[in-house]
């Protein structure tokens, strides 16, 4: 059996592809997200790397630099993570045209390279690491040997650039000039670690990837990482450079850790494990908003006064997209270096109130970047600019999700996200028939079994009041441990697990010497309201329990017992419709 540092039973996340969704809302909207990507022509990605190198563009091909002629959409910000999320679509649904998709731009980008190995502006540090990923995923997953070339090439170019051996690497340096090309270089050592473990694995060159290691470890963030593993105060030091220095930016700090996460992997060093813990508990302690979100304005961690002032004033509340795609990748290291289910309840959140609450993008490349949770008015929009990063991160992120709805060990299936799909593993088939969080039960239906004694777990959602578990109707004997409710036996065919995880709406604050902002969230459900400020607080008392004051009128609805206020989940919000999800409180208010 194999186990983990902790001696607990190792937990694995799943391939792509391994799960299949059934109807439902996670369903829907992978199959929105990717309808839309498939409608990209690879052509018109490549239009304005084409002119820049005067390589003639196919007949009809036309640029995506959309109304302001941008450089957004036009090179690495989104190209690499379009490689990674065709090679992935793959994975996932075996579609052909997916693998075309990738195909085609690992075609394109050959012959750019042949010109110029660096793709014009592809060595700016946070575009580099994600063309990396994207040759290397288009080779693992695709299985086109040509673009592990281009990946080697592109190693190669970086590891010769003097930029790249005489980098700064300043503590927050999110590129400054004269050298905006570092721009986030410390999320730079994870596409590389990934680079050399595949270089190894697939017998290519095991001392080339010696080199690389060595060369990505230079590019580990330990400038911040020392400061989280000493435990002090992030709010002691400042960026030393680059745009916005008052704060850390959020996406990228966090994202850093996915490196220490990779690093950790490779090498048990309980360094990487210790910090990744140590900030993953922190950021959801003093920097996680009612959604999940996190970086209340300009994209920054900041201390709790901070974030209030930025819910009262500002509506770039949450860089929904890219932060939400952090969070999946480091919760999915830390279930498996862990096994703790406590590490699904983040994902989950965000899951409700980011990915599932997010509004489809349009067809100029507009998609919704900020989630607005201001106190006076807020609601859904697209960001003004065409192809933002969070365009690159929407279709990666639907690929994790569809993987982390299970997790499996040798001898156990877990249950983490409660989304309509089946699994089929160790010779066990089951699928999960679900309503939640609209209802509070879910059935698990074993469709077929080999008649072995194994474990099915499934995840306590944190904020649940109770939870149940039943066999065939009947209440079943559970293990309860590392956040997970468990039976062990063994299934037959025709078997019904049925699990039910009970939540109530609750109050949930920041909140600063006695006052701050609050909003209303049922389990892992944000719940908004339409109603004028003054209505919500002459029937809601905030001081006082919410449960008590509100009564249910059907699924997530609820109405307050005097008044007419009513809240609804804030991810059934259309576009452009006015909600107010956090409340001003306190002195004054
Ligand atoms: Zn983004």
């Not at 052509?43 to 820049?52: S, V």
């Not at 902002?517 to 905030?542: D, M, Q």
Request: hydrophobic share 35%.
């Amino acid at each position: 059996m194999a186990v983990c540092e902790c001696g607990k039973e190792k937990v694995q996340v799943f391939d792509y592809g391994a799960i299949e969704m059934q109807d439902g809302a996670f369903k829907r909207s992978f199959a929105e997200c990717y309808r839309y990507y498939m409608g990209i022509s690879v052509d018109d990605m490549l239009y304005e790397l084409r002119k820049k190198f005067k390589i003639a563009n196919a007949e009809g091909a036309k640029t995506l630099a959309g109304e302001k002629g941008s450089w957004f959409g036009l090179g690495g910000n989104v190209l690499g993570q379009w490689l990674q999320a065709y090679a992935r679509f793959y994975a996932v649904t075996g579609e052909e045209a997916a693998k075309d998709k990738a195909d085609a731009m690992i075609a394109g980008f050959k012959q750019i390279m042949e010109i110029d190995s660096e793709i014009g502006d592809g060595l700016f540090m946070y575009f580099f690491e994600k063309y990396l990923r994207g040759f290397v995923d288009c080779f693992v997953y695709c299985k086109n040997e040509d673009a592990l070339v281009l990946a080697d090439r592109f190693v190669d170019a970086a590891m010769r650039s003097p930029v790249y051996c005489n980098a700064k690497r300043r503590l927050g340096d999110n590129g400054t000039p004269p050298v905006p090309v570092e721009i986030e270089w410390y999320t730079i050592a994870e596409s590389l670690y990934f680079y050399a473990d595949v270089k190894q694995a697939y017998g290519k060159d095991g001392e080339r990837a010696e080199k690389v290691r060595k060369f990505a470890k230079e590019f580990e963030y330990r400038q911040f990482w020392d400061i989280v593993y000493r435990g002090e105060n992030i709010f002691n030091y400042s960026p030393i450079s680059g745009q916005n220095t008052a704060y850390f930016h959020s996406y990228s700090h966090l994202n850093s850790f996915n490196s220490a996460a990779y690093a950790y992997k490779d090498t048990q060093d309980p360094y990487y494990l210790e910090i990744v813990k140590k900030f993953y508990a922190y950021m959801r302690e003093k920097q996680e908003l009612i959604t999940g979100g996190y970086g209340a304005h300009l994209e920054w961690l900041m201390p709790i006064t901070g974030q209030i002032n930025a819910i009262e004033n500002f509506h770039d509340s949450f860089e929904t997209q890219c932060c939400s795609y952090a969070v999946y990748r480091l919760s999915e290291w830390l279930m498996e270096f862990t096994g703790e289910g406590g590490y699904g309840n983040w994902p989950e959140k965000l899951l409700y109130n980011a990915t599932l609450a997010s509004i489809p993008m349009d067809e100029a490349g507009h998609v919704q970047y900020y989630s607005d949770l201001n106190v006076g008015h807020a609601c859904k929009f697209l960001h003004e600019n065409t192809w933002t990063c969070c365009t690159g991160t929407r279709p990666l992120l639907m690929c994790e999700l569809s993987r982390f709805v299970y997790l499996h060990s040798e001898t156990g299936l877990y249950v983490n996200l409660f989304v309509p799909s089946a699994v089929e593993y160790g010779g066990l088939r089951v699928r999960m028939e679900s309503e939640y969080p609209r209802e509070q039960t879910v059935f698990l239906h074993i469709e077929a079994s080999d008649g072995r004694e194994r474990e099915i777990y499934f995840r306590i959602p944190e904020h649940a009041k109770r939870v149940q578990l039943a066999i065939n109707g009947k209440a079943a004997s559970y293990i309860r441990q590392n956040g997970w409710l468990g039976v062990r036996g063994v299934f037959r065919e025709g078997d019904v697990l049925q699990y039910t995880a009970e939540s109530v709406p609750e109050w949930d604050r920041l909140e600063c010497m006695g006052e701050g902002v609050v909003g209303l969230r049922c389990g892992a459900v944000v719940l908004a309201t339409e109603s004028p400020v003054e209505e919500v607080k002459g029937c809601l008392n905030f001081e006082e329990e919410a449960a008590p004051q509100l009564i249910r009128t059907e699924g997530l609805t609820f109405r307050a017992k005097s008044g007419k206020v009513v809240f609804s989940p804030y991810m059934d919000y259309p576009k452009g419709k006015n909600y107010h999800v956090y409340f001003r409180y306190g002195r004054g208010y």
